[in-house]
C-alpha cells in the first residue's frame, strides 16, 4: 500500500515538472493584419521612416538618406546588416522602374543581406510591412533574442506580419536568403508591455509532490 502511495506521488510530481517545464517555453502569435494584431498588444511605437531623421529625402527623388553597414538608430532601435554591403532608406522612385507603392520612404537592404534591429528595453511584441524591390516572391526567416524564430512572406504589395511573444525580447533578425530578392519594409511597430512571468501550472503539484515524499521518509524512520 505504501509503495502504491509512493508511486503515485512520485507521478504526480513527474507530471507537475513536465507542466512546469512546457508552461515555462516561449509561444509567438503571428498576426497578418494591423487590427488583430493591435488588439492582442499595447504601447506601441511606430517607426516609418519619415520625418526630420529623413529630411533630406524627397519622395519622387532618387535620393539615398543613409547608405551604411555599420548601423543607423531611428529613436529606440538600431538598424545593422550581415552578409550584405549596405543598408538604407530610400524615396519611393529610387528605383522607379520597380519600386512606387506611394507609400513614403522605405527602408530597403541589399539582396541576401541579414537585417538586425536591436531595441534600446525589451519588448514582447513586433511587427512589420515586407516587400522587395522587384516584386519577387519569397520568403525570410525572423529569429527573435529569446529563441522564437518565424517565418514572412514577401512580394508585391507590402505584406503585414505581426508577432507578439509571451516572453520578451531585445532583438529581431530578419535572415534573407541568398539569392533572393532585395527586401524592403516600412512602418515597423514595436513595444508592449513587458508582464511578470506567471507561476507556472505544474510548479504546486511538483512541490507538493515533493513534500509528500519527504512526510513518508520521515514517518519510515519514526517506525523504523
Do not use: C
Not at 522612385?93 to 543581406?113: K, L, S, W
Not at 519569397?138 to 518565424?150: E, K, R, V
Not at 509571451?166 to 533572393?180: E, K, W
Not at 506567471?198 to 519514526?222: N, Y
Amino acid at each position: 500500500m505504501e509503495e502504491n502511495m509512493k508511486t503515485a506521488i512520485l507521478i504526480a510530481a513527474a507530471t507537475g515538472f513536465f507542466g512546469f517545464a512546457t508552461q515555462s517555453e516561449a509561444a509567438l502569435a503571428s498576426y497578418s493584419d494591423l487590427a488583430s494584431f493591435a488588439s492582442a498588444t499595447s504601447s506601441t511605437t511606430l517607426l516609418d521612416f519619415e520625418g526630420s531623421s529623413f529630411a533630406g529625402l524627397t519622395a519622387g527623388t532618387n535620393v539615398w538618406s543613409t547608405r551604411d553597414v555599420a548601423g543607423f538608430s531611428i529613436g529606440d532601435a538600431t538598424f545593422t546588416v550581415t552578409g550584405g554591403t549596405y543598408q538604407a532608406v530610400i524615396a519611393p522612385a529610387y528605383y522607379p522602374t520597380y519600386y512606387d507603392r506611394g507609400t513614403g520612404n522605405v527602408y530597403h537592404a541589399e539582396r541576401g543581406a541579414n537585417v538586425v534591429i536591436n531595441f534600446s528595453s525589451a519588448i514582447t511584441s513586433f511587427a512589420f510591412e515586407l516587400s522587395t524591390i522587384r516584386r519577387f516572391g519569397g520568403s525570410a526567416t525572423l529569429q527573435f533574442s529569446n529563441g522564437d524564430s518565424a517565418t514572412a512572406s514577401f512580394g508585391d504589395p507590402l505584406q503585414f506580419h505581426g508577432f507578439v511573444s509571451d516572453t520578451a525580447f531585445t532583438s529581431v533578425s530578419i535572415l534573407n536568403p541568398a539569392g533572393s530578392d532585395y527586401i524592403l519594409f516600412d512602418n515597423v511597430r514595436f513595444g508592449g508591455n513587458v508582464a511578470p512571468v506567471p507561476l507556472p501550472a505544474g510548479l504546486p503539484l511538483m512541490m507538493a509532490g515533493v513534500g509528500a515524499l519527504a512526510l513518508l521518509k520521515r514517518r519510515k524512520k519514526r517506525q523504523g
